[in-house]
């Protein structure tokens, strides 16, 4: 089944290209279904090409999926033009009143910064608390992730002494879990984060389950069944060049940056990356959607309401 997305946003060419079925705003109110609505509060600062990931991966899914751009209220984006935020993005404000079926709230490079002085956080801990009563579903990545445990539970971040930055091993904990099923008991993961979120942090809270984790990157996915709760710290979402473009911009910056590990063939930058986490982002994504099919109210009003 197809994605639903404005008629104009960019994501649409890319996605045709790629064959994934995108339904036009016209073809889609013929349709006497009741789409999944899920929302993208997108926090990184290349938009264009975060919708893109998210809506290709969600695009790939045997549901429809009506998908809604959503930014802070107050929060400028430096990054992306004004005319692409106004035409497609709708402020949390604005949306506040509304239920969904799910939501990723997308990572940030604010990782480095305490939690409270991100200019946002305030709206962001209201926006965690209504996904507790007005989303089905919410799924954490990276930073996000690290920011919505420490809002809910109080578990700390710690810094890294160097970016964890490569495709590194993971294991599947939890095979039996319906947002694993079909996933491997190893699997590669990109990674690209300055801090992480510890197992005895996250051991130490009650109702809170590891499925994925890697003696490399540490833990990677946690889940918190009661609020059907997902936090992801890594990226099944990064496009195949996604770790090049970080580490060619930082060398052209003159950051200190190390070559992403068990990225490039032979750890030699000029031959191209192969993605090796295609396939388990695409299952995770279509498991993901498919308990929120299977567990989802039909009348859209009631979710939240039997919390």
């Known amino acids: ?70 930014k802070p209220t107050d929060h400028v984006s430096r990054n992306t033009a004004a005319d692409h935020m106004s035409a497609f993005y709708r402020p949390w404000a604005d949306i506040s009143a509304e239920k969904f079926d799910g939501i990723i709230v997308t990572g940030a490079p604010v990782e480095k910064m305490p939690f409270e002085e991100v200019s946002y956080w305030d709206e962001l801990c209201r926006i965690f608390d209504w996904t507790r009563t007005h989303v089905h579903s919410a799924l954490h990545i990276c930073w996000a992730a690290q920011a919505a445990l420490h809002h809910f539970h109080g578990v700390p971040k710690h810094a890294l002494p160097a970016k964890k930055f490569g495709v590194f091993p993971h294991r599947n904990l939890a095979p039996a879990s319906p947002y694993l099923r079909g996933i491997s008991d190893d699997l590669a993961i990109p990674v690209s984060r300055w801090t992480e979120t510890r197992r005895d942090d996250v051991a130490a809270i009650g109702g809170l389950k590891p499925l994925l984790d890697s003696d490399d990157a540490g833990i990677c996915l946690v889940e918190e069944p009661a609020c059907r709760t997902l936090y992801m710290f890594n990226h099944f979402e990064y496009d195949s060049d996604t770790l090049a473009n970080e ?56 979710i939240g309401k039997r919390r």
Not at 53 to 62: D, I, N, V, Y
Request: no cysteine.
């Open 247 to 302: 580490y060619f911009r930082d060398v052209k910056a003159g950051s200190e940056i190390a070559i992403p590990a068990h990225y490039f063939e032979n750890d030699d930058p000029k031959r191209p990356p192969a993605n090796r986490w295609r396939s388990h982002a695409h299952l995770f994504f279509a498991n993901w959607i498919n308990v929120i099919y299977q567990s989802s109210p039909f009348e859209i009003d009631a």
């Open 1 to 70: 089944m197809p994605i639903k997305i404005p008629d104009d946003l960019p994501a649409v060419a890319a996605l045709e290209s790629e064959g994934v079925v995108v339904m036009r705003e016209k073809d889609a109110i013929r349709q006497d279904i009741r789409p999944l609505r899920v929302a993208l509060l997108n926090l990184m600062p290349d938009k264009i090409r975060t919708e893109t990931q998210f809506a290709r991966l969600l695009g790939a899914t045997p549901l429809q999926i009506e998908l809604t751009l959503v």
